[in-house]
Nanobody
Framework: QVQVVESGGGLVQPGGSLRLSCTAS????????MGWYRQAPGKPRALVAI???????NYADSVKGRFTISRDGAENTMYLQMNSLKPEDTAVYYC?????????WGQGTQVTVSS
């Protein structure tokens, strides 16, 4: 059984920082990439950032220069450092493990940016 667990969400003021973590455990045969997605109320889930097994990264335009994705491959752990947070970053953040033969999702962690 595979488990994907996110942590690190919370309430932060505009301009503040948070660091999200995601750990995948269990019988995962091959991880191709890991990614962070977010879903705000009334909006579809959208890609925030993704990192491949080789270390290549890609970011949504809205977070470029503010967010940094990283990964500890040996531990199947991924991080999202979020700086200069804005109210529009408020959402539930989900971790996705893109593995073969199937992907896995975490349960999500709430990030709220508000004064």
């Amino acid at each position: 059984q595979v488990q994907v667990v996110e942590s690190g969400g919370g309430l932060v003021q505009p301009g503040g920082s948070l660091r999200l973590s995601c750990t995948a455990s269990g019988s995962i045969s091959k991880i191709v990439a890991m990614g962070w997605y977010r879903q705000a109320p009334g909006k579809p889930r959208a890609l925030v950032a993704i990192i491949s097994s080789g270390g290549s990264t890609n970011y949504a335009d809205s977070v470029k220069g503010r967010f940094t994705i990283s990964r500890d491959g040996a531990e199947n752990t991924m991080y999202l450092q979020m700086n200069s947070l804005k109210p529009e970053d408020t959402a539930v953040y989900y971790c996705k493990v893109l593995s073969l033969p199937q992907p896995y999702w975490g349960q999500g962690t709430q990030v709220t940016v508000s004064s």
